[in-house]
């Protein structure tokens, strides 16, 4: 399936900062049943996510040090799709993570409903 590039875009929005720790934007976004289970292995909601992201404008976003790879999508329902990606460091600080994120359309939006990361070997490219 092609991934429409809409989908593609607000992923990468979600990595890159400013859009990253702007609550408008996190509000038209996440649903509002949205969870996360992050790679520190912790589950997180709408709420929790809000918090965390708009706390954390004086840190670098993901973006600054990794590259979505990989990226395949899957559809899981007329209206839903499942986003896969690798994240690649850029930078040796950086840890490579496996990604995947359910986005529903509705109301002509797309809506991040599930995501989830895990940590994964770094490859070469």
């Known amino acids: 399936m092609a991934v429409d590039p809409r989908i593609v875009e607000l992923e990468l929005a979600l990595l890159k900062a400013p859009t990253r720790s702007d609550p408008r934007f996190l509000d038209a976004v996440l649903d509002d049943r949205m969870i996360e289970f992050g790679k520190s292995g912790f589950e997180y909601d709408k709420r929790s996510i809000l918090a965390a992201l708009t706390d954390s404008k004086e840190q670098p976003a993901p973006d ?62």
Not at 65 to 72: P, V
Not at 79 to 96: H, I, K
Not at 110 to 115: A, P
């Open 64 to 125: 600054d040090h990794l590259e979505m790879t990989d990226i395949r999508a899957v559809q899981l329902a007329p209206e839903v799709v499942l986003l896969t990606y690798r994240l690649r460091p850029r930078a040796e600080s950086a840890v490579a993570s496996l990604r995947s994120s359910i986005w529903k359309h509705c109301d002509g939006n797309w809506r991040l409903v599930f995501h989830q990361g895990t940590r994964a070997a770094s490859t070469a490219s």
